[in-house]
């Protein structure tokens, strides 16, 4: 059988960083506060000329350097993402064209921070279908634009970046030794979506508007959603929580992964953590701390990895593969 396997990842990051304390003198709050209800300390914002698909791009060229391929390698680019540089074309055909890719398709897809993991389940679906042999996932984010930057309910929490992987057809015999994707489990409910949306688009306001959030109801309905829809991948898969190598959740609060990695009886020296340096990118938290894992060798051939990640709408899934 067919499996998708990782073989490339990477990252980038906007060059400004923005610690905690560049709050203190705009709004309510402080930096030890920041930390104490999010375990953020820092975040990345993107300065002029930095956009998700340069940022895209920046990731994509570093996930093919590390394959060890080119653009001409690559069959498909999906791109997640909730802010794209153009309401249309694509993010995704800009990164293509910014590649200098002149074939194959490209396309976004759009499911705030669970893009990633909407993006890397499409992906294997096309590589399984025989459509494709090698993909591009990338996630790219610059929520900055969207923040209310006088809300300090929200514009604490998040960041901008981008992370990308090369997903690439391999055999298996469909054992859980198989290297590659083991099981994905996607889900929606779109009666959450005063709980965190953005209040603007082209079609009602015709303006970009600001990220809105109720973070009590969010942090209420987190860690049951998620721990769902990984529980259904590990009965998929056959496996417990015991066996997982590494944990690379959604960065949205280090509370909520604390938690959800408890309730799945994960130890907590198995878990990924970069929300203390990234803050929460959206689409591109699973991917950044993907290639934070994989640079500094936690992450190695033959590793069982779980990806998970919640987000707007609601919207929530699970991946699971070896790595």
């Not at 490339?8 to 309510?28: C, Q, T």
């Not at 290297?179 to 979506?193: F, T, Y």
């Not at 303006?207 to 959030?213: A, D, E, N, P």
């Not at 020296?269 to 959206?282: E, F, L, P, Q």
Request: aromatic share 6%.
């Amino acid at each position: 059988m067919i499996r998708s396997a990782v073989t490339g990842v990477g990252s980038a990051l906007p060059k400004r960083v923005m610690p905690n304390e560049e709050f203190e003198s705009k709004i309510d709050t402080t930096s030890e506060w920041i930390e104490q209800r999010t375990g953020i300390k820092q975040r990345y914002i993107a300065g002029e000329g930095e956009t998700s698909a340069s940022l895209g791009e920046a990731a994509a060229r570093a996930a093919l350097d590390n394959a060890g391929l080119t653009p001409d390698d690559i069959d498909v680019i999906i791109c997640a993402t909730s802010t794209p540089d153009n309401t249309f074309p694509a993010t995704a055909v800009n990164i293509q064209n910014r590649l200098g890719m002149r074939h194959g398709l490209a396309f976004d897809v759009q499911a705030v921070c669970t893009g990633f993991v909407y993006a890397t389940t499409t992906a294997d679906l096309y590589i399984r279908g025989g459509m494709a042999k090698r993909i591009l996932v990338i996630g790219a984010e610059t929520f900055s634009r969207l923040l209310d930057w006088e809300d300090r309910t929200t514009c604490v929490l998040f960041g901008d970046g981008a992370g990308a992987v090369v997903l690439e057809a391999v055999e298996g015999v469909g054992l859980t030794s198989d290297r590659g994707i083991l099981a994905a489990h996607l889900r929606s409910d779109g009666s959450h979506k005063e709980k965190l949306y953005v209040d603007g688009g082209p079609s009602t306001t015709g303006s970009v508007g600001h990220l809105r959030m109720v973070g009590r109801e969010v942090f209420k309905h987190a860690v049951g959603m998620i721990t769902d829809v990984i529980e259904d991948s590990f009965e998929t898969a056959g496996i417990t929580g015991e066996q997982i190598d590494w944990f690379v959740p959604h960065q949205a609060n280090r509370r909520i992964i604390d938690a959800s990695a408890k309730k799945l009886g994960i130890p907590a020296d198995k878990v990924v953590i970069t929300v203390d340096k990234h803050g929460n990118t959206s689409a591109a938290s699973v991917p950044l701390a993907l290639s934070v894992a994989v640079a500094d060798g936690r992450i190695k051939k033959g590793d069982l990895v779980l990806l998970e990640a919640m987000g707007g709408g609601f919207t929530w899934g699970a991946v699971l593969l070896r790595w």
